[in-house]
């Protein structure tokens, strides 16, 4: 499946929100660690600079920080998804 970046978000922290339907997004840690929860798909995971995570489209999913950290989202556009929809 072909992607093409979209998108990051300046870093931020904590926050709870529902993904878009057309945008994978890929949650890349740059210091520190971040838990990721995805109740949906099952996901409890911590993420780290060396292990990042993927928000799949329209999941509802929450990070909070495991102490200080740094990261971004990167959204990556998925054109089969949209064609979908």
């Not at 840690?29 to 911590?46: K, M, W």
Request: hydrophobic residues 40%; positive net charge.
């Amino acid at each position: 499946m072909g992607h093409d970046r979209y998108r990051p978000t300046a870093a931020f922290a904590s926050r709870a929100r529902r993904g878009r339907s057309e945008r994978l997004g890929r949650i890349v840690v740059t210091a520190g660690a971040l838990r990721y929860r995805c109740a949906e798909l099952g996901i409890d995971v911590a993420l780290t600079p060396e292990q990042p995570g993927i928000v799949a489209p329209e999941a509802s999913h929450q990070v909070d920080p495991a102490g200080p950290v740094r990261f971004f989202v990167e959204f990556l556009h998925v054109p089969d998804l949209a064609a979908r929809t």
